[in-house]
């Protein structure tokens, strides 16, 4: 190889490792960005909240009730006072029979000016029951429904009734169940073609029915409590004189119970399976970006061994050329020396 090719080569060489070395330093400072990226996913999963499952327990109250004859009542509040005394708030229970409560809807057939729930015609409440033979059972029944009009406009909001009458096979007694007329009268015309209102009418019957009575900031009363410390009777000041002085109590017996807000407590688990869904979901997409990353990395990584091969290739062909150009040079001096 003669003296001027031998320099091209090196030049050559030499061009060819500074861009080796100028793609190592890309690939190395491309390697940094990935794993800046990859501490930063990293630091969102260390940073993410991991959903906690309710406990039941904090839906879970410890209820204390106590009888009064046919109340049942629930103590709500419990606030002891610093003669020793408590204050008690407590809601009264109790079951009203013989009232208008809510029945299955009906279907109204309308015939002309009449109305039919199946066979049965409906007849404006409180008129005379003309069915009946009876003068006295017409004149009892009026006066029977005449005092259901004024239970059904307390508690619903209106004086104008239907009724039809069904007989109780066990019982053999008849019972009444009531129609809105307004509800009807509303929906008259819109019939399918058989005569039927499309819309089920509202119906209600006479039955038994839970009222509740709140009793609020009874004071002065006093508990006892078991060795537990857990409250077992309660006294409530019966009678009191001019002055606010007690004079007599009456003592119930608490009764202790557990009751779980199921409706609250299944919330919460459907927020926690959705906020679990979510946060499952958020890891998924973080692994997901990590793996990538991690295999541009690889690449780079089998890139950069490639390089560092190549490199190592051309410095050992630089030293090679560069020993044939150190004998030419010791050749040519020696020609003209």
Not at 297 to 320: F, G, H, P, Y
Request: charged content about 25%.
């Amino acid at each position: 190889m003669g003296m001027a090719a031998s320099q091209a080569r090196f030049l050559g060489l030499t061009a060819r490792k500074t861009n080796v070395e100028y793609e190592g330093q890309q690939i190395n400072q491309q390697r940094t960005s990935l794993s800046n990226q990859s501490a930063n996913y990293y630091n969102d999963l260390l940073g993410m909240t991991v959903p906690v499952p309710p406990s039941v327990d904090n839906y879970t109250k410890t209820v204390y009730t106590f009888e009064d004859g046919s109340l049942t009542n629930e103590i709500t509040a419990m606030i002891a006072q610093t003669d020793g005394t408590y204050t008690i708030s407590y809601l009264s229970q109790w079951q009203d029979d013989y009232v208008p409560v809510a029945a299955a809807t009906s279907i109204i057939n309308v015939q002309g000016a009449s109305y039919y729930v199946g066979a049965d015609v409906l007849r404006t409440l409180g008129e005379p029951d003309t069915t009946l033979e009876d003068q006295a059972a017409i004149d009892a029944r009026q006066k029977e429904e005449n005092a259901w009009i004024t239970q059904l406009n307390d508690k619903y909001g209106t004086t104008e009734w239907y009724v039809r009458y069904v007989t109780n096979t066990s019982t053999g007694e008849d019972v009444p169940y009531f129609y809105k007329k307004s509800e009807i009268e509303k929906n008259k015309d819109k019939t399918d073609e058989n005569g039927n209102i499309l819309s089920n009418i509202n119906c209600y019957t006479i039955g038994s029915d839970t009222k509740v009575r709140e009793v609020k900031h009874v004071t002065d009363c006093k508990v006892e409590r078991d060795s537990s410390g857990r409250f077992m009777a309660i006294s409530i000041p019966e009678e009191t004189d001019e002055e606010g002085n007690v004079l007599s109590y009456s003592t119930y017996t608490l009764t202790t119970s557990t009751i779980t807000d199921q409706d609250a407590y299944n919330d919460a688990m459907n927020e926690y399976e959705h906020e679990k869904y979510l946060y499952d979901q958020a890891i998924d997409q973080i692994n997901a970006k990590i793996e990538i990353i991690q295999a541009q990395d690889k690449n780079l990584e089998l890139r950069l061994k490639q390089l560092d091969t190549e490199q190592s290739a051309i410095q050992t062909e630089m030293d090679a050329v560069e020993k044939v150009i150190e004998k030419n040079v010791e050749s040519t001096f020696k020609t003209f020396g």
